[in-house]
């Protein structure tokens, strides 16, 4: 087992910045890749953005890149979504996930382990 704790999601405008962050403990020697998710009311579930275990590839989907970066401290067991020049549509229920080799990086039901969730609201 995997565990996952997220914080660090809060109030913030339109334009401001944000950094969440996710703790991991456990197994984690099984992990392949860490994402983060996030789900606004009436939506389904998306990827934002994953990078590997090693803390190498990272990918985002469009509509963040440029303004979202993930990373993590290998040190901490720790990963980070520094969110910049956040907008109305960034709204949502964060949450960080791990999956296992092969797992694909937008795609939830490929990740085993999930956190709790840190709600996010953007303010215009």
């Known amino acids: 087992q995997v565990q996952l704790v997220e914080s660090g999601g809060g109030l913030v405008q339109a334009g401001g910045s944000l950094r969440l962050s996710c703790a991991a403990s456990g197994r984690t020697f099984s992990a392949y890749v860490l994402g983060w998710f996030r789900q606004a009311p009436g939506k389904e579930r998306e990827a934002v953005a994953a990078?590997?275990?090693?803390?190498?590839?990272?990918s985002y989907i469009d509509s963040v890149k440029g303004r979202f970066t993930i990373s993590r401290d290998n040190a901490k067991n720790t990963a980070y979504l520094q969110m910049n020049s956040v907008k109305s549509e960034d709204t949502g229920v964060y949450y960080c996930?791990?999956?296992?080799?092969?797992?694909?990086?937008?795609?939830?039901?490929?990740?085993?382990?999930w956190g709790q969730g840190t709600q996010v609201t953007v303010s215009s």
């Open positions: 990078i590997s275990w090693s803390g190498g590839t990272a």
């Open positions: 996930a791990v999956g296992t080799y092969g797992s694909r990086w937008n795609s939830p039901n490929d990740f085993a382990y």
